[in-house]
C-alpha cells in the first residue's frame, strides 16, 4: 500500500501497478512506470482502492505515511463489516509498526474493534517472510479470500 511503489503482483511474478492520474507527475516516475508489467491509471484513489481491492489476495502494509495508514485501515474495515477474509500484513521492518499495532491493541481493549478476529492483520517482521506468512495463513484458513460479491459492488 502507497503510490506508485505499490503494485498488485500476478502469477508469474508480473506486477501490475495502479495510480489515479493525478499521482502520476507527483509520485510516480515514467522509468519507475515504466518497471511495471501493466499500469492502470485511474481517475481518483477511490478507483484506485477499489481496483487494488479486486485485483489482490492479500494487502501489505510496507514502512510508510499517512497514505498508507489510510489504506490498510479501509481494508481491516472492510475486513470488519464482513467484506473480505484476505490476509492483511503489517510489514513490521524495524519495528516501524509498532506505534500503530499497540493502537490496534488499545482500540480492540476497549472494545471499538468489533468481530476482533476478522481484523487480525499478520505482523511480519522481516521482507522475506511476508509471501510465506500470507500463503501460510490462506492455507490455515482453507477459506476463500473473497467476500460477499453484493456487498463489494455497493462499496
Given at each position: 500500500?502507497?503510490a506508485?511503489s505499490?503494485?498488485t ?13 493525478f ?11 515504466d518497471?511495471?508489467d501493466?499500469?492502470v491509471i ?19 502494509a510496507?514502512?510508510g505515511g499517512?497514505?498508507t495508514?489510510e ?10 463489516l464482513?467484506h473480505h ?11 516501524f ?7 490496534l ?9 468489533h ?10 517482521n ?7 506468512a ?5 492455507s490455515?484458513t482453507?477459506?476463500?479470500?473473497e467476500?460477499v460479491?453484493?456487498?463489494i459492488?455497493?462499496?
Amino acid at each position: 500500500m502507497g503510490a506508485v511503489s505499490e503494485g498488485t503482483i500476478r502469477a508469474g511474478g508480473k506486477v501490475l501497478g495502479i495510480i489515479p492520474r493525478f499521482l502520476m507527475n507527483k509520485e510516480a516516475t515514467e522509468t519507475g512506470l515504466d518497471r511495471l508489467d501493466e499500469v492502470v491509471i485511474t481517475d481518483n484513489m477511490h478507483q484506485r482502492k477499489q481496483r487494488m481491492f479486486e485485483e489482490s489476495d492479500a494487502f501489505v502494509a510496507l514502512p510508510g505515511g499517512i497514505g498508507t495508514v489510510e489504506e490498510i485501515v479501509e481494508m481491516m474495515t472492510w475486513a470488519q463489516l464482513g467484506h473480505h477474509r484476505k490476509p492483511m500484513v503489517f510489514a513490521n521492518i524495524g519495528g516501524f509498526w509498532d506505534p500503530m499495532l499497540a493502537l490496534l491493541d488499545h482500540m480492540r481493549d476497549e472494545g471499538f474493534i468489533h468481530t476482533a478476529h476478522q481484523v487480525r492483520p499478520l505482523v511480519v517482521n522481516q521482507v522475506e517472510a511476508i509471501v510465506p506468512a500470507i500463503l501460510s495463513a490462506a492455507s490455515a484458513t482453507g477459506t476463500p479470500a473473497e467476500g460477499v460479491p453484493s456487498i463489494i459492488e455497493k462499496m
